[in-house]
């Protein structure tokens, strides 16, 4: 399934790029004058006109300085004013002239006179010449042939056969912006003039992938439980006997239903496994771990956990079904059954789609850096104006396909995760900050923007949310091997966390560096706290690398994406490698491009913890 969404989601842009291709070439096309392109407008239209009709005065045809027995055929035409035999030998025609016997040769002058013949425009005839290998304007001549050029606004051009004085053709230059345009249009590349070439075929069964593909993958994403509501099948499938428990919550057997994923079937029971996909396989949230007999790691699994924890029997709880006499240990947030409850302290754009919520708990959180809360997100009817965008950044949220109103009809239980930013205190009152990244709908999607970031982001000071954690398992290892941090993004949080709890909690004295990757200096996140951390604390290294900065003088930092930044810069050069850990949280693309240098860098997936939900 992996390969099948990834190979579903190139093939899309691929072919994306030419539907654009199409609709646009097929608008240009449709809007010129077809009489000019044509050269309709400057070619003398055929008439009957006068017939050439045999007399006595004609040289007699047999009597050509031709072999009779090589000749194709002969034809009886008129040149100009006056009429000549077309005599075709071989493929190759000749003109005679019919009533002198001697061969009528298509010099510059003739080929002139007869252009200028067929040419009844408002320009004036400059010049000819004889093309020797024929001309990429007349593609199906492919011998010598004579162009005749005008001065006219078109800068028509008329090519004349030198073989029988026949005009092939009127060009001008709104027929090669067409010509151009249709090469694109019909993906011509190679000028086959044809509409079925390889090209096109390759991108028809390329649509239909995409099409099957995406219906699999449709298919794929629900689960049995999905249609629970069907009659004959609430039942559900076979129980099976699994223990289920937690690190503070004692196992205890459950009849699970065997039809349906552990996600699924726990949900049934009350106990639910966190997931912002629903139980899809996208969000690798939904982890548990088999004491004993683990089954084998699907593609997804191996997708989202590293290869340490797969052979500890971590896997995901909506990939795996129960089975009989099971033992899988859980969060103890999935045992959690009431919601506890906070405040909305404040709210602020830090980036034009990156914004800090601060929340106050009514109980205290004990919580890991690196762990998450899962907040629920009830029904909303959100006007745009609530999300409070500053006037410094309306130039960016122009260009976004956000709708006036936002609304959200919760008619089951919907739950996002969001990483902790701060790290653990005991300062009271409880104060925990989030770095929530706005989801706006992709510009050529009719689709509506993030369901929880829509909401969190339009949250007033105030307001109370309702949450469940901690929880997670993206955690600081002990030992004082040096911490290699690197992330993008709303992956600021839970690295920030790490950061501040070793560097301020803990006095950590091991050498910590943080490199963060943004596109440009507006969205560099925390960029003081950072530099104050910095100076103060020599066993600390911050740097930032910008990917999209190009245009930006004052910028004197790195510039780059951050994985190759971090590569030239520090880990091809580093002498103790193998003694590093890494922690990395950003973009997906940004966290598979980091995760690819560094296995090719010889690091082990052990040494290597990611994570990337809270984006």
């Not at 320009?123 to 042939?145: C, N, Q, T, W």
């Not at 050029?149 to 004349?160: C, G, K, M, S």
């Not at 994406?561 to 193998?578: A, K, R």
Request: aromatic content about 10%; proline content about 5%.
């Amino acid at each position: 399934m992996i390969f099948l969404r990834k190979l579903h989601k190139w093939l899309t842009l691929v072919i994306g790029i030419q539907l654009i291709i199409w609709l646009v070439t097929g608008t240009v096309v449709s809007f010129l004058n077809q009489q000019d392109v044509s050269g309709g407008t400057t070619r003398q239209a055929v008439t009957g006109g006068a017939s050439v009709v045999s007399s006595d005065d004609l040289f007699p045809s047999r009597q050509l300085p031709i072999a009779n027995e090589s000749i194709g055929s002969i034809a009886l035409v008129r040149l100009l004013d006056r009429p000549v035999y077309r005599v075709e030998v071989a493929g190759t025609a000749t003109l005679f002239d019919a009533t002198s016997g001697v061969e009528v040769v298509v010099n510059k002058q003739l080929a002139e006179e007869i252009a200028r013949s067929s040419y009844v425009g408002d320009g004036k005839i400059i010049g000819s010449e004889l093309l020797a290998l024929g001309s990429d304007e007349v593609r199906d001549f492919h011998r010598p042939i004579w162009r005749v050029n005008t001065d006219d606004d078109l800068a028509t051009r008329v090519y004349v056969s030198p073989e029988d004085g026949r005009v092939l053709a009127h060009r001008n230059s709104s027929w090669k912006v067409v010509d151009f345009l249709l090469m694109l249009h019909f993906m011509d590349y190679f000028r086959e003039d044809s509409f079925n070439n390889p090209q096109i075929i390759i991108v028809g069964f390329g649509t239909l992938w995409i099409a099957i593909s995406g219906l699999l993958l449709i298919f794929f994403s629900f689960s049995r439980s999905d249609f629970v509501w069907l009659p004959g099948l609430r039942s559900g499938g076979k129980k099976v006997g699994s223990k289920v428990g937690s690190e503070n919550n004692e196992r205890q057997s459950y009849a699970l239903d065997s039809s349906l994923s552990y996600y699924s079937s726990l949900g049934q029971r009350g106990i639910r496994l966190s997931s912002n996909c629903d139980g899809s396989g996208s969000c690798g949230l939904c982890k548990v771990k088999y004491e004993e007999n683990a089954p084998a790691e699907s593609p997804v699994d191996r997708e989202w956990i590293n290869a340490s924890d797969l052979a500890a029997g971590f896997r995901l709880g909506c990939q795996h079904k129960p089975r009989e006499n099971d033992a899988i240990i859980v969060p103890d947030m999935a045992f959690q059954q009431s919601l506890q409850a906070a405040e909305l302290v404040s709210s602020r754009w830090l980036t034009p789609l990156l914004k800090e919520i601060r929340i106050r708990p009514e109980t205290p959180v004990r919580f890991r850096p690196g762990d998450h809360l899962e907040f629920q997100v009830p029904s909303y009817e959100i006007d745009r104006g609530d999300l409070g965008v500053p006037d410094s950044f309306a130039e960016v949220w122009s260009g976004l396909r956000v709708p006036r109103n936002l609304t959200y009809d919760s008619s089951g239980s919907c739950a996002r995760t969001y990483s902790i930013a701060t790290a653990p205190s005991i300062d009271e009152p409880q104060e925990l900050t989030f770095t929530v990244r706005f989801a706006p709908p992709p510009t050529d999607m009719d689709v509506v923007p993030g369901v929880g970031s829509s909401y969190m982001c339009s949250l007033q000071p105030g307001d109370q949310l309702l949450f469940r954690g901690p929880a997670g398992d993206f955690l600081l290892q002990d030992g004082h091997r040096e911490k290699i941090l690197i992330g993008g993004g709303a992956g600021m949080a839970p690295l920030k966390s790490m950061a501040t709890h070793l560097l301020v909690n803990q006095q950590w004295d091991g050498q910590l560096r943080f490199w963060y990757g943004a596109r440009n200096q507006q969205e560099i996140l925390y960029r003081e706290i950072f530099e104050k951390l910095s100076s103060e604390n020599r066993n600390f290294e911050w740097q930032v690398a910008l990917s999209d900065a190009m245009d930006d003088e004052q910028w004197k930092g790195k510039r780059g994406f951050i994985h190759e930044v971090v590569h030239d810069h520090l880990l091809q050069h580093h002498e103790t490698l193998g003694n590093c850990e890494f922690y990395l949280c950003g973009p997906p693309l940004m966290l598979a491009a980091t995760r690819k240098m560094l296995r090719e860098l010889g690091v082990t997936d052990t040494a290597v913890r990611f994570d990337d939900f809270g984006n």
